[in-house]
């Protein structure tokens, strides 16, 4: 009866199987494609912006000591507060 019981722990103690481990693998690597395939189109994006931006013109705000860029403007950065602002519009 003990030897039942220690085997028993034993099978389950070893983990998953090959064929689980192999699965695990997979949706591993479906995750990171995806991963990149969205990393891939926001940069595609992020291109896009930067080749249509066009060139600062500086605005009231702006100081000697630096320039206060605005959406679609080159050297600008867009963020959160960015586009709230610009939903406000």
């Known amino acids: 009866?003990?030897?039942?019981?220690?085997?028993?722990?034993?099978l389950v103690?070893?983990?998953p199987s090959e064929e689980e481990k192999?699965?695990?693998e997979v949706e591993a690597a479906a995750a990171v494609e995806?991963?990149?395939?969205g990393l891939e189109e926001?940069?595609?994006?992020?291109t896009e912006?930067?080749?249509?931006a066009i060139e600062h013109v500086?605005?009231?705000k702006c100081t000697t000591e630096s320039c206060n860029f605005v959406c679609g403007e080159k050297?600008?950065?867009c963020s959160e507060a960015c586009h709230a602002d610009e939903n406000k519009k």
């Open 1 to 10: 009866m003990i030897s039942l019981i220690t085997s028993i722990f034993s």
């Open 13 to 15: 103690a070893c983990g």
């Open 22 to 24: 192999a699965k695990a």
């Open 34 to 37: 995806e991963l990149f395939n």
């Open 42 to 46: 926001e940069i595609d994006s992020s």
């Open 49 to 52: 912006d930067v080749s249509e």
């Open 58 to 60: 500086c605005n009231d």
């Open 75 to 77: 050297g600008h950065v």
